[in-house]
């Protein structure tokens, strides 16, 4: 099944500038049977802009984000993001989705300029075969501004592979015997 996990993540281009905004992530190795950080960095031309996201990403078949004991996906989110934001993940069956959303009803900003926009915790099948390239995206991307305009962003493309396998020995304390 496929998963796909909103994410915002892109490359725009301001009206009336040359300059640059971007989210990227980068192509990412989840060892067979292991977990792996899967991390959306950003950055803006212009500091205290952009006053949200929303975005799915898709993951293929064989890896899915890590949940909590009550379903949440497993994330931690940059320090871009204020206590006035407001942070939804939620997996949609009939999309296939997980469909994230980050938003301020105050219209606060989302700070800085570069950094860590939020970093998913995912993980691999075991059943899926090392070295095995896989295909993955982000899609449906919005950045809303301060003025609540919202960009969207064109489809990103990256990559999975799978590594080795997680080293799981345990080594035992002989003089603790």
Do not use: W
């Not at 993951?59 to 939804?88: M, N, Q, W, Y």
């Amino acid at each position: 099944m496929k998963r796909t996990l909103s994410f915002v993540v892109a490359l725009l281009a301001m009206a009336g500038s040359y300059a640059q905004n971007s989210l990227t992530i980068a192509n990412t190795e989840i060892p067979q049977g292991g977990e792996a950080d899967l991390t959306i960095l950003y950055t803006f031309d212009a500091e205290d802009y952009y006053g949200g996201y929303d975005f799915y990403l898709t993951l293929p078949d064989g890896v899915s984000i890590v949940r909590d004991d009550k379903g949440r996906a497993v994330k931690t989110l940059g320090a871009c993001h204020e206590e006035t934001h407001s942070f939804s993940s939620n997996y949609s069956e009939a999309d296939q989705s997980e469909i994230v959303t980050c938003f301020s009803s105050e219209g606060d900003v989302l700070s800085g300029s570069s950094g860590q926009l939020i970093t998913f915790k995912v993980k691999a099948d075991a059943t899926l075969e090392v070295g095995t390239v896989l295909n993955a995206k982000l899609q449906n991307i919005h950045l809303g501004t301060k003025d609540a305009v919202s960009k969207d962003v064109a489809e990103y493309p990256f990559t999975i592979t799978i590594g080795e396998p997680a080293d799981t020995r345990i080594v035992i304390d002989e003089d603790a015997l």
